[in-house]
């Protein structure tokens, strides 16, 4: 089965540092780009950034770039998503995604991973 | 990248069509091909419905099509079922690999 496992909620302070993770199986990983995506409560989806694991190139949200990390370890199958200093607007659902080249959508979903930051 | 713009929500009665629209700019879009289409339920991620503009991944239902005109894609879904109540959003490709989702369509089937 194709499927990306998510790590588990997380409940963190203000100013503390995060790293998320999005460990993909059932296919060949290392092929297909994977996607962030955030949900703050009630709210929308919001595209993050995306990264290619065979050779790292990631591409950023402007609405993000220098807030969050996206990174991968192809020799686990695993892309990441972390933060330095985290505020409390960084409570929110996120989702990793596969994107599918021949699609040209996220055709795989994680299933999120809640980030609560409060004091 | 600004969000796309969706309607906030939509309705319809079982058996009927009801159609989303999603509207972006020249640069996304007007430009690409490359506009896709989630469901969302409570509590669940999102799920592929749409992509490429009208092409349907397998097994989702022939009652979903998408369409695109100019700078406006849409969601158009006949014969509403009560299951497809949920939230819906467009994604559309922006350049450089990158990708913009509309605000989202909350779906009431009355």
């Known amino acids: 089965e194709v499927q990306l496992v998510q790590s588990g909620a997380e409940v963190k302070k203000p100013g503390e540092s995060l790293k998320i993770s999005c460990k993909g199986s059932g296919y060949t990983f290392s092929n297909y780009w994977i996607g962030w995506v955030r949900q703050m409560p009630g709210k929308g989806l919001e595209w993050m950034g995306i990264i290619f694991p065979i050779d790292s190139d990631t591409r950023y949200s402007p609405s993000f770039q220098g807030q969050v990390t996206i990174s991968v370890d192809k020799s686990i199958s695993t892309a990441s998503l972390q933060w330095s200093s985290l505020k409390a607007s960084d409570t929110a659902m996120y989702y990793c995604?596969?994107?599918?080249?021949?699609?040209?959508?996220?055709?795989?979903w994680g299933q999120g991973t809640m980030v609560t930051v409060s004091s | 990248q600004s969000a796309l713009t969706q309607p906030r929500s939509v309705s319809g009665s079982p058996g009927q069509s009801v159609t989303i629209s999603c509207t972006g700019t020249?640069?996304?879009?007007?430009?690409?091909?490359?506009v896709s289409w989630y469901q969302q339920h409570p509590g669940r991620a999102p799920k592929l419905m749409v992509s490429?503009?009208?092409r349907r991944p397998s097994g989702v239902p022939d009652r979903f099509s998408g369409s695109k005109s100019g700078n406006t894609a849409s969601l158009t879904i006949s014969g509403l079922q009560a299951e497809d109540e949920a939230d819906y959003y467009c994604c559309s490709y922006v350049g450089g690999y990158s990708w913009v989702f509309g605000g989202g369509t909350k779906l009431t089937v009355l």
């Open positions: 995604a596969r994107h599918n080249g021949d699609e040209n959508a996220s055709d795989i």
């Open positions: 020249s640069s996304d879009v007007g430009t690409y091909n490359y």
């Open positions: 490429d503009v009208t």
